[in-house]
Every structure is written in structure tokens, then in C-alpha cells.
């Protein structure tokens, strides 16, 4: 088994405490299993902190504030959890608030890809 960088697993833990609005919404919705699958918030994973981790099927949910807007180190680092077989799907904060059926059926249809292709 791998150690986990110290420095990571304390930030997730700080990260649980301290959620932002939108990622207090969202974690309502995927804590309940409505879609038939265990999500963890603030897993550390390959050297990075996923907001929304599904373990059996490789998929990081991510919230977004404007802050990720074009950001290189979001793309290096979702280049690194891909090459790890790992399927990353991020939405902004916003959409989260107003678009929520929109986010949920993404992610439904997601997991429902993953079930019936994995890898």
C-alpha cells in the first residue's frame, strides 16, 4: 500500500471541514447512493485531492469555482489522474446551484457509461 502524503491528507481533512456552498449541495445529492455507487469527498489520489471520488469506477466529480477558469494546474493534474485510468468530470459552482438536475443526469449517465464499458 502507498503512504499518502501527510501534507495532502491533512489539507483533505481541512477541506471536509471547510466546503464550500456548492460542494455542500452536491455532496447532499451523492451521499444518499442514488446512483447506486459510493462517492468519498477529499480523496487523495496520485498525488491530488479529488473533491468527489467514486473508488470503483475511477471517476472524480469536481466543483469549480472562477478560480479553475483556464487553469493549467487543473490540467496537469487531470492529465496525471487520466493516465491512471481515471475519468474526471468538473462543474462550476454555479451550475450546481441552478442547473442541479442537469449535473445529476451528467453524472448518472457517467456512471451508467462506466458500468456498461469499464475498463
Known sequence: MKRVDP????RSRI??????????RLWWDLRRN???VRFRRQHVAHGAILDFACLSLKLDVETDG???E????D???DGLLRSHGWTILRFWSWDIFYKNEVVLETIA???D???RHPR
Not at 477541506?15 to 455542500?24: I, P, T
Request: proline share 3%; charged share 30%; glycine share 4%.
Open 34 to 36: 442514488q446512483f447506486g
Open 7 to 10: 501534507y495532502l491528507l491533512d
Open 75 to 77: 490540467r496537469l493534474r
Open 66 to 68: 472562477s478560480q479553475h
Open 15 to 24: 477541506n471536509k471541514q471547510k466546503m464550500n456552498h456548492a460542494e455542500a
Open 70 to 73: 483556464d487553469s493549467e494546474p
Open 113 to 115: 457509461r462506466l458500468q
Open 109 to 111: 449517465c457517467e456512471i
